[in-house]
């Protein structure tokens, strides 16, 4: 049975020696879980300064307003603890992954810095925090203390309102990853991402049958930013939720437009994994799309990859089966790279398989993968799906897969991604 909790008369937090009681149920945790958790040592500055304006009693206001603050910034499973005089410590059991630990950090941060009145002076509160990662900067408690210390020390001469990670590696990736996602609820704000189109041609006719819509970003300097940069981030932190819905909508609008110009294709969309599992609000957003009259859902192609489909056939089936009830049309995006069985695939509503470009690099040159190539596009056919092939980028390639009777290619041999009016200007000049 564990001692009753101890609590500092003055911040109203639990005392130093809950502080152990705390590390040693975090790191328990860890263990058990192998999950993730952090810790923040935190130095609140210049209390010798605020003693001076307003005396003893009023730097004990201010501690128990600075433990208030901290208190009200933890999660369900998180703690904290009057760790020195001026010192307090934030156990974040409540972070799912490492990278999660930046967001405790601001949110303390900020909070902390509101600035408050004390006996008629104006407080500005400063705080300097060490940041430590577990299990990857310690997974003992006394290790666990003393690199936070480390940590806060680096973080000291840096000036105040400051913080130093203990891992500088790990630390400087998650900056990277923080400024790449401060760009995109940037990007989001202003709504000013940029969807770019890359077409898809007929083999049979040459003609253009389709486009995939692609969201790009742009940096400071006004230049294209990769998708694998962003991407993955925005993954990570849901924000490509956000960007889903800004997609579907732009897409909208442009069907719509393209309705009045006389341009009838279909343009592919990609739903990301964090989209799919979170197909409620997807459906529901595919819903909102097909009330109005003006846009043809079945001009619209939802492409899913394999894995997300494979994680959970069962109910990946129902939510494939409710897009096409909708009217949207289906497309297993990356087909063949993550397959198990072919059972699974029977049993799904959809249109299209577009085959990975990992099948298509070494054909013709290689004839064990033209081989493989040639077998899942017939297995495509005689299962009537449209079978698409990208990354599509020589004629020989182009030859082969038409020869092997692929429906439709992409790929830079075609053309590369290209903005909305670049796209319509080279569909203009585009002679089949």
């Keep these: 049975m564990k001692d009753p909790i101890q609590y500092d008369s003055v911040s109203g937090l639990p005392d130093r020696g809950h502080l152990w009681s705390l590390l040693d149920d975090s790191l328990k945790m860890v263990r058990r879980s192998k999950g993730s958790s952090g810790v923040l040592l935190i130095q609140m500055n210049n209390v010798n300064g605020i003693r001076e304006l307003v005396g003893e009693d009023g730097v004990n206001e201010f501690m128990r307003m600075m433990g208030s603050r901290i208190k009200n910034c933890l999660w369900d499973l998180d703690g904290a603890a009057h760790f020195d005089d001026n010192q307090f410590v934030v156990v974040a059991n409540s972070i799912s992954k490492i990278e999660d630990i930046h967001v405790v950090m601001k949110k303390v941060h900020e909070y902390l810095a509101i600035d408050f009145e004390i006996n008629g002076h104006i407080i500005k509160p400063s705080s300097t925090i060490g940041i430590v990662l577990l299990p990857n900067?310690?997974?003992?408690?006394?290790?666990?203390?003393?690199?936070?210390?480390q940590a806060l020390n680096s973080a000291t001469p840096r000036g105040e309102n400051n913080y130093a990670y203990y891992n500088q590696e790990i630390g400087a990736r998650i900056e990277e990853q923080e400024a790449v996602k401060s760009s995109i609820m940037a990007t989001l704000a202003e709504e000013s991402f940029v969807l770019m189109l890359q077409p898809k041609i007929d083999t049979t006719?040459?003609?253009?049958?389709?486009?995939?819509?692609?969201?790009?970003?742009?940096?400071?300097?006004?230049?294209?930013?990769?998708?694998?940069?962003?991407?993955?981030?925005?993954?990570?932190?849901?924000?490509?939720?956000?960007?889903?819905?800004?997609?579907?909508?732009?897409?909208?609008?442009?069907?719509?437009?393209?309705?009045?110009?006389?341009?009838?294709?279909?343009?592919?969309?990609?739903?990301?994994?964090?989209?799919?599992?979170?197909?409620?609000?997807?459906?529901s957003a595919l819903h909102s799309l097909k009330e109005d009259e003006d846009f043809d859902t079945n001009k619209v192609i939802l492409e899913i990859s394999e894995n997300s489909i494979t994680n959970n056939p069962v109910i990946s089936a129902a939510i494939l089966s409710e897009f096409q009830n909708c009217g949207y049309q289906v497309s297993i995006d990356g087909f063949g790279a993550g397959f198990s069985s072919l059972s699974v695939l029977k049993d799904l509503k959809v249109n299209e398989i577009k085959i990975d470009r990992h099948f298509v690099n070494n054909v013709p040159a290689d004839e064990k993968s033209t081989a493989i190539l040639q077998s899942i596009i017939m297995l495509g056919k005689s299962m009537d799906f449209r079978v698409v092939c990208m990354g599509v980028e020589s004629q020989e390639q182009f030859e082969t897969l038409k020869e092997h009777n692929c429906d439709e290619l992409q790929g830079y041999l075609i053309s590369k991604p290209l903005e909305i009016t670049e796209f319509e200007e080279w569909l203009n000049n585009y002679s089949a």
């Excluded at 310690?138 to 690199?147: G, R």
């Excluded at 979170?278 to 459906?283: D, E």
């Design 137 to 149: 900067d310690a997974m003992e408690i006394d290790q666990v203390m003393e690199v936070a210390a």
């Design 205 to 283: 006719t040459n003609a253009i049958c389709g486009v995939e819509a692609l969201v790009r970003m742009r940096d400071s300097d006004n230049q294209l930013v990769s998708p694998d940069e962003f991407i993955p981030v925005a993954e990570n932190s849901n924000l490509i939720l956000k960007i889903g819905d800004w997609v579907l909508k732009k897409v909208r609008t442009l069907l719509t437009e393209w309705k009045e110009k006389g341009i009838d294709i279909p343009v592919s969309i990609n739903i990301s994994d964090v989209e799919f599992k979170n197909s409620a609000a997807l459906i």
